[in-house]
């Protein structure tokens, strides 16, 4: 979609560990994780067939943040999605307990204006449908959209509500979809695993989708997922404060690359146009942005920084980031 605080917090419902809550804030300082080339990564898989690079890495782009605002009275919330045809937000809510992992059909996704506001507390399920548990990460194309729960992947048609869930078989932490060139694919951080489905939109196929373990126990952990402009798949980990995780991509022929390692614990993530990534990390409670120079923090003090959406605006960005722990959505500005 997010733990010492992270996703994999507990089902027994202890109370995650937060520091102070503080006012978030640019920072210039650029923090250094272990930086894996694109030449390099290259150079390391150059053995196997097929292999693909990620976009070329341009010099980033100068970004500063114009302005923060917090939009409260979510429950537990862990995505946020960007529909741009209805110009809203989609939230999906754990609506009871910070219990990630407990099935007790009180999940649900509410429909949120980009101020914050809440249109619909629950706009799925529709009345009368089948319940959500603990829906986690969302993603939005056309009139559709998917969303995971623990161990299935539904997708839903956004003018009708109606919806068709996919058991993943083997998944544990179903965590975050992302949809790439008619295929859906689903990470499970917590059996280190991904999962690819296709067709990607099976909400009105006869046959059942094909579903496919794509990788497992590779020590990645994948969480957040997103399509990078070379047809690559962009994934970040998250495991542990001790086991720190980085930022990988898949390619032609399922061949993983590692881009950085030993970050945090990564959740939510998205590609800029200068190909640097925006990406949260619950070990430094941040907002930050990847380039192979390094991480630079653009906002902080999260208790639970999870799966984020952009909204292009002129002259800039809008990066709606959810905080899981505190209940609330943090709208950060950003401009070059």
Not at 46 to 62: L, R, V
Not at 93 to 121: C, N, W
Not at 164 to 184: E, H, I
Not at 307 to 321: A, I
Request: aromatic letters at 6%; glycine letters at 12%; charged letters at 25%.
């Amino acid at each position: 979609m997010g733990q010492g605080v992270m996703k994999r917090a507990a089902e027994d419902g202890r109370v995650l560990s937060a520091g102070a809550r503080r006012h978030a804030r640019k920072v210039g300082a650029m923090r250094t994780g272990t930086v894996v080339t694109l030449a390099a990564a290259v150079a390391l898989l150059s053995g196997c067939a097929g292999s693909t690079s990620t976009s070329s890495m341009q010099d980033p782009k100068p970004l500063r943040v114009v302005s923060e605002q917090t939009a409260t009275g979510f429950a537990f919330p862990e995505s946020v999605a960007y529909d741009p045809r209805a110009k809203v937000l989609y939230v999906s809510e754990f609506g009871s307990e910070l219990k990630p992992a407990e099935k007790d059909g009180k999940g649900r996704i509410s429909r949120v204006s980009l101020t914050g506001q809440i249109l619909d507390r629950q706009f799925l399920p529709a009345p009368g449908g089948e319940v959500l548990n603990k829906p986690k990460g969302i993603w939005i194309e056309g009139n559709r959209l998917w969303v995971t729960d623990i161990d299935v992947v539904w997708v839903f048609d956004l003018t009708n509500r109606r919806g068709k869930k996919l058991a993943l078989p083997g998944a544990q932490f179903a965590n975050d979809p992302a949809v790439s060139r008619g295929k859906l694919y689903v990470s499970d951080n917590r059996t280190d695993q991904l999962f690819r489905v296709e067709p990607a939109d099976f909400l009105d196929t006869a046959a059942p989708p094909k579903v496919t373990s794509v990788f497992q126990g590779k020590g990645i952990n994948p969480n957040g997922l997103y399509p990078a402009r070379d047809g690559s798949l962009l994934m970040v980990g998250i495991l542990t404060p001790e086991q720190p995780r980085g930022i990988y991509s898949l390619g032609a022929g399922d061949e993983i690359k590692t881009l950085a390692t030993g970050i945090g614990r990564l959740d939510g993530l998205y590609q800029m146009d200068d190909g640097t990534l925006l990406i949260t990390d619950w070990s430094s409670g941040s907002l930050i942005r990847w380039s192979a120079k390094g991480t630079e923090t653009l906002a902080k003090g999260f208790k639970g920084p999870a799966d984020f959406c952009v909204v292009p605006e002129s002259g800039g960005l809008l990066v709606v980031v959810p905080d899981l722990v505190q209940g609330e959505l943090r709208m950060v500005r950003l401009a070059r």
